[in-house]
């Protein structure tokens, strides 16, 4: 039920620790894009000095056939820590997926960000028990395909179906990078949820709340929702039921409901938290 995972950049420990104390639901140290060539070692240090102190955290590593990412892989491999996942980039290869995923032994998560990756999407969402998401990079596809936003839409359906024919989460949306543009980043993150993402990659503490506002269920979903299951549980046995307002309801209804409210509590708990519910 992650809703939003802020990119930090791996040389910049001061950002690190202010990220991992806030409100983002997953935090991931970037060693590749937002590093540039002569800071990788430095990053990783600052990264495998993050995750010894037992603070967790996702890890985006640079492109495994790469230099830069075979030494991500061999001391991440070696290092004690919180290492919670890591994400891969330019992801094409189930079979080089599979080899990141035997090596680490954790949650893998692979970027595509190729139109090959694209055609591979359900491979790579079934290629190794540890691949725990599937998810775009929009701007290398877009360099990728040669192409404006609008060419975008068959891939962001092409992966909603990929990651959920292999029974993985909704996949999260690729980052909005215009990064004081709030209002544009709701109404993106609102087509992206009907068009069966959920949460999304941020690169601001700012943008979380919008996103997670975004996630949450609207109240008439979630008391429809209530309403359902209290029916299901009284109704034991039956395959299928009209509901109050008239509505076909089988199993794929309610399990839809199930999950709304499993969004709601998630919703409910942070707000405790924050102590804003008695």
């Known amino acids: 039920m992650i809703r939003s995972w ?20 997953a935090v991931v140290l970037d060693l590749e894009d937002a590093v540039g060539a002569a800071a990788k070692d430095e990053a990783r240090r600052n990264v495998l000095d993050v995750l010894a102190s037992g603070r967790a955290a996702h890890v985006r590593i640079n492109d495994p056939a790469t230099p830069a990412g075979e030494a991500d892989l061999k001391e991440l491999a070696a290092a004690p820590g919180a290492l919670a996942g890591v994400r891969v980039p330019k992801s094409e290869d189930p079979g080089g997926l599979r080899r990141v995923a035997d090596r680490l032994g954790v949650p893998v998560h692979p970027l595509i960000e190729s139109a090959l990756g694209v055609e591979n999407a359900l491979a790579l969402a079934t290629a190794h028990p540890l691949v725990a998401g599937i998810s775009l990079g929009e701007a290398d596809l877009r360099a990728d395909l040669r192409a404006g936003r609008r060419a975008l839409a068959w891939s962001r359906s092409r992966i909603v179906v990929a990651a959920r024919a292999a029974g993985l989460p909704s996949p999260a949306q690729s980052v909005w990078t215009a990064v004081r543009d709030l209002d544009g980043l709701r109404a993106d993150t609102e087509a992206g949820r009907e068009g069966g993402f959920f949460g999304r990659s941020v690169i601001h503490p700012a943008q979380v709340p919008v996103v997670h506002e975004v996630c949450a269920p609207d109240p008439a979903e979630t008391e429809w929702a209530r309403e359902l299951l209290g029916r299901f549980t009284g109704a034991a046995g039956e395959a299928a039921w009209i509901d109050s307002s008239g509505r076909f309801v089988d199993r794929a209804i309610v399990e839809r409901a199930r999950w709304l409210l499993r969004l709601a509590d998630a919703a409910d708990r942070e707000n405790a938290k924050k102590g804003d519910v008695p």
């Open 6 to 25: 802020l990119y930090v950049p791996g040389d910049r420990p001061d950002r690190m620790d202010k990220a991992l104390a806030g409100p983002a639901d």
